[in-house]
């Protein structure tokens, strides 16, 4: 599940490089401490705008702000504060330790020192939450003094990321084959979500994002056809989550595909649309829009190339929508 980081940003170094990176984007081609390294190539697929938003904490006297970043991972929530009150939000999509890169962005204190544990995020939101709200939902108390940068864990953090809604639904923690697995046959579908559950799917949602778009920038939708960047399509369970056995999660390689944010995943989840025989197919649900009419008309035949080796989980979908 999510953890969430909190940051403050009272003193003047702080506010300067929240301005400096955070509230305005860098631009990616153009920093020379990552320039043809392995680093600007994988924030080419996270960013394909070349835009990006960064922030980052320095090692601490003994190295304990260091230990509390290297706790977080892709897809937590990092909350910004300053008076008392959390005024930014931004979900973490990759993390480096690189002091030239940190020196590049912000340069040194009046110290000679850099904050060199670095993260990106995205998803950066205005908020407008006191800190004294956070610390009850948290179980902490009312008038507890949060320090520089922390992380807590996510039992902890669970009231606070579903009670505001911080949580991506494009970043997600990086999970194993191993631990998919595992993750896969403990999930209970008979019984009420409580946190462990919501954890493994979330986990399962990252896992399968994943294996469908490896890396890749851009990819095509299922169903339209089109090629979206990325963060414009999910990963929809072809078979309703729900009605999967443990046999069906586990194929994994085809239980899934891309299908684009953008239309096509609320045409195929209510049964506007289906595959048959690898082509999209128009089912006769009542449709009172000519535009929503014309959207079905050009979908209408498409070939899916989702289609081999999921023709049983597109054929439950089929089955269920009862138009044919």
């Not at 490089?17 to 320039?35: A, F």
């Not at 490896?214 to 990819?219: H, Q």
């Amino acid at each position: 599940m999510t953890k969430i980081a909190f940051q403050s940003a009272a003193d003047s170094d702080s506010r300067e490089n929240l301005e400096k990176t955070l509230l305005n984007p860098v631009v990616l081609s153009e920093l020379e401490s990552i320039r043809g390294t392995g680093i600007a190539e994988e924030l080419a697929n996270i960013y394909p705008g070349d835009m990006a938003r960064v922030g980052a904490v320095k090692q601490g006297k003994e190295g304990e702000q260091k230990a509390e970043w290297e706790k977080l991972q892709r897809g937590d929530v990092v909350l910004f504060m300053r008076d008392d009150m959390v005024f930014l939000s931004g979900i973490v999509t990759y993390l480096v330790k690189n002091p030239d890169l940190a020196r590049e962005l912000w340069g040194d204190d009046e110290r000679g020192h850099t904050p060199e544990c670095v993260y990106f995020v995205d998803e950066v939101k205005d908020q407008f939450i006191p800190c004294s709200t956070i610390n009850r939902m948290m179980g902490l108390e009312e008038t507890y003094p949060w320090p520089g940068f922390q992380v807590h864990l996510e039992d902890v953090s669970a009231p606070v990321v579903y009670g505001y809604q911080l949580e991506s639904h494009v970043y997600f923690p990086i999970v194993s084959e191993d631990e998919y697995k595992e993750i896969v046959q403990e999930i209970d579908r008979t019984r009420p979500l409580d946190t462990k559950g919501w954890s493994r799917l979330r986990k399962e949602d990252g896992f399968l994002r994943d294996q469908l778009f490896r890396g890749k920038v851009v990819e095509e939708c299922g169903i339209c056809g089109n090629k979206y960047p990325t963060q414009f399509l999910i990963a929809a369970h072809i078979k309703d989550r729900w009605h999967c056995t443990t046999e069906d999660r586990l194929d994994y390689q085809n239980i899934a595909m891309p299908i684009c944010k953008l239309g096509c995943e609320e045409l195929y989840r209510r049964n506007y649309v289906t595959v048959i025989d690898e082509r999209v197919a128009v089912t006769k649900a009542r449709v009172d829009s000519k535009d929503l009419k014309s959207i079905l008309v050009r979908l209408q035949g498409r070939v899916c190339p989702w289609f081999k080796g999921s023709r049983k989980y597109f054929d439950w979908h089929t089955r269920l929508g009862k138009y044919f």
